[in-house]
Structure formats: structure tokens, C-alpha cells
């Protein structure tokens, strides 16, 4: 019996790939994390550094702020200053509106679908995966952000599985950025007013003098009637 074992395993062989790495540490099986329910207040925590970073980071409004706004992960490989010229590991989205989701919670860490529109009719809307997660030291924020990344082109305006859980958000452009207000109506009607006023001047002097010249035609006849009763 031991000698058909060990004949089996020579003609079996090694069957782990030749370019494996051998190592004496530990196996780590990743298990799933169980859901959560998060509370109020890091619902409102996250919701307040989701947009913030959305505003910072993602439009490039002022996007060094977005820098206290993400994890350490987020931010390996890159500095504060190259942040504040615009070089950031994510791509630049004029955002104009988002519509934020909860997608998914658990221990440490939650994510978020965020559907954005854009200032620029030429850009697409799209849905991104924000990740976030817990801070792990007494500063603020109690949140994270941990990536942003582009879930695809979306055709609707709705990034939610659960309504009552989705929250919207419109972004107002800086004051210094702000496009030149439209006139009102009553300004685009001024010159019209005006010039029907011009016209309407010559014929009311008209109309006046021709009232005149019956009156006066009138007091007349009644005269003339008088002079020969």
C-alpha cells in the first residue's frame, strides 16, 4: 500500500506553477465582511466629505483641500503640492449636480454610488463608485475618501436602488467663475416698448386734432341754428 502511494505521487508530480515564489508565512483567506447599519451622524459625516471632495478633488475647486479629504491609500505615490497644480490619481469632471447612493457598509468601510452631471454639455453624465473609510486617527474628518472610480456612462438621472436612500446635490460654480447673468424679460421687451411708443405718438396727435375739429364744427351748427331760429 505505501509503495502504490509513493508510485502515485511520482507520476503525479509537483503541480504548482514553476515561477511560484516560495514563502513561510501564514495563508491569509480574506472573509466577507458583514453588512452594517450606520448611524445618523456618519451618514451626515460621509455625505459632508463625499461632497467636499466631489467639489475639491473631483471639479479641481481648489483641489489641494482634497488632500486632508483622502486616505493614505488614496494619497501613496503623490504629494500636497502636485495635488494643488491638478495632478491627482483621478480624472477632473466639471461637476454641476450628484446624486449619491448608498450603495454598500461594512466594518470600516462603505461605498457610494455617485451619479454626476456636468457643467459642459459636451461631458456625459456618469456613475462613479466612491469608497470611504473610517479614519483611524482623532483628526477630522471621521471619513475618508479611498477611491473614486467611473462605473460608466449613465443614461438616467438616478443612481440609487433605494430612493428613500439617495440624496442629490447641486454644485454652484465659484462666484469668480460665475457666468454673466441673462437679462431679465422685461429688459428684452424695453426696446419694443419703446419703439411702439413712436409709432403710437403721431397717431394719437391725430386722432386728438381730428376730435378737435368736430367739436369745433359741432359748436358751430348749434350757432348757426341759433342765429336763424
Known sequence: MLGALVVGGVMIGNTAPADMPLTNRPTIVEHARPPIKLARSDRNAILETGKAFVLTGVRRDHPERAWSLSSPGLRAGSTRAEWKAGTLPLPPYPVSRARWNFAYAVVGEVGLDVYVEATNPDYRPLTHRLTMVRNTRSTRPA???????????????????????AVSAAFAPDPGESPTPKPSALWLLTPLAIF????????????RSRRAERRVRRVRRVRRGQALG
Open 143 to 165: 471619513w475618508l475618501v479611498d477611491g473614486w472610480s467611473s462605473m460608466g456612462v449613465s443614461a438616467g438621472g438616478d443612481a440609487s436602488s433605494s430612493p428613500d436612500e
Open 196 to 207: 411702439c411708443l413712436a409709432l403710437l405718438a403721431p397717431l394719437v396727435k391725430v386722432l
